[in-house]
């Protein structure tokens, strides 16, 4: 009887550890797909808030300026000022990944009254055709000047 016992507490420890690992594999595995997620929903909201820009202004694009402009993709590409779809009502806050740079025209924060957030490491661009990029700034990125999801959120 009191070497079932002792199986009983062995079980169970293996039981609880298994719980425990388990719960730390499956929540760091729910945050790597969270991330890319959440930055390819923030793509299509800002494509779609470009779209309505441009079809609400003859094909205009919302920009910084024509100076503000980054490489992706080895192209050079305009950055999109987020401060503009804002005050059109085309998105309602300005991206959680969207960063604030220093200096002026090379953030999409820098011509209206919006911020873009210090902790952050995105610059949505947009290409002659319409078509959103990004780029993520920062030694935390897989990659810079490369489109898409780069390892890192916000």
């Known amino acids: 009887m009191k070497w079932l016992k002792s199986w ?3 079980i169970l420890a293996i039981i609880v550890v298994g719980l425990v690992a ?6 760091g595995q729910s945050l790597n797909t969270a991330y ?9 909201k800002v494509q779609s808030a470009a779209d309505g820009y441009r079809e609400a202004h003859d094909g205009a694009l919302p920009l910084v300026s024509d100076a503000a402009q980054v490489i992706v993709d080895g192209d050079t590409q305009h950055i999109i000022d987020i401060c503009t779809l804002l005050d059109a009502k085309l998105i309602l806050l300005p991206p959680d ?4 740079i220093a200096g002026g025209d090379n953030d999409n924060c820098d011509s209206g009254n919006c911020s873009c957030h210090d902790s952050a490491h ?10 959103v990029h990004s780029t993520c700034i920062g030694d935390s990125c897989d990659v810079n000047e490369i489109d898409g ?6």
Do not use: E, H, L
């Open 8 to 10: 009983r507490s062995i």
């Open 22 to 27: 388990g719960g730390w594999y499956f929540a």
């Open 36 to 44: 890319p997620q959440a930055y390819s929903d923030w793509k299509d």
């Open 97 to 100: 990944n969207c960063a604030a």
């Open 122 to 131: 995105y610059i949505w661009t947009v290409d002659a055709d319409g078509n």
């Open 149 to 154: 999801y780069q390892g890192v959120w916000p």
